[in-house]
T-cell receptor
Framework: SAVISQKPSRDICQRGTSLTIQCQVDSQVTMMFWYRQQPGQSLTLIATANQGSEATYESGFVIDKFPISRPNLTFSTLTVSNMSPEDSSIYLC?????????FGPGTRLTVT | AQSVTQLDSHVSVSEGTPVLLRCNYSSSYSPSLFWYVQHPNKGLQLLLKYTSAATLVKGINGFEAEFKKSETSFHLTKPSAHMSDAAEYFCVVSPYSEGGKLIFGQGTELSVKP
């Protein structure tokens, strides 16, 4: 099974700033995904990030706000740009590996 | 459009009694369905999955779920609740045509009383 790590595990940021979240997988995977879990809510897919192509964003999410990089098959970053308190959430990276989907531990972001 | 509806936002049971968490899905095709569990301040863990094989799916920690196409349901059950089962449970559908993308239900919080 794929093991996923995320950095940072949590952060407190000021509004108007940006934070880049890193996702590292211990095996090569084609498909990586970024999800958001707002306080008390379920998970919502932000975008799909496949190596070698532009990320595909879900409705309501745009590249200017959530730029994603996928430089290789084991790593991805999600940046939350120009943050506002509404961006306070847990951000989770996940991967599809051998038809199973695995999730990272999440990054808990608080915007003040 | 694919979707899942978890019928209860919160379920409370006593330790040792059965657990039933209800989930209905909407899908144009035969979907892949999952149950995930999220313990407080922990990551998501896959409990079980249905991918068009046996309709009764057994998962980890004594949980199982039955896929009922006629009722478009995928309810999660456990014969006897344990205190450690207290967590948030998510019913999830993976659209047939969008490999890997997951659509989460709103979640059911399970409380277990001693």
């Amino acid at each position: 099974s794929a093991v996923i790590s995320q950095k940072p595990s949590r952060d407190i940021c000021q509004r108007g700033t940006s934070l880049t979240i890193q996702c590292q997988v211990d095996s090569q995977v084609t498909m990586m995904f970024w999800y958001r879990q707002q306080p008390g809510q379920s998970l919502t897919l932000i975008a799909t990030a496949n190596q070698g192509s532009e990320a595909t964003y879900e409705s309501g999410f745009v590249i200017d706000k959530f730029p994603i990089s996928r430089p290789n098959l084991t790593f991805s970053t999600l940046t939350v740009s120009n943050m506002s308190p509404e961006d306070s959430s847990i951000y989770l990276c996940s991967v599809l590996d051998s038809y199973e989907q695995y999730f990272g531990p999440g990054t808990r972001l608080t915007v003040t | 459009a694919q979707s899942v509806t978890q019928l209860d936002s919160h379920v409370s049971v006593s330790e040792g009694t059965p657990v039933l968490l209800r989930c209905n899905y909407s899908s144009s095709y035969s979907p892949s369905l999952f149950w995930y569990v999220q313990h407080p301040n922990k990551g998501l863990q896959l409990l079980l999955k249905y991918t068009s094989a046996a309709t009764l799916v057994k998962g980890i920690n004594g949980f199982e779920a039955e896929f009922k196409k006629s009722e478009t349901s995928f309810h999660l059950t456990k014969p006897s609740a344990h205190m450690s089962d207290a967590a948030e449970y998510f019913c999830v559908v993976s659209p047939y045509s969008e490999g890997g993308k997951l659509i989460f239900g709103q979640g059911t919080e399970l409380s277990v009383k001693p």
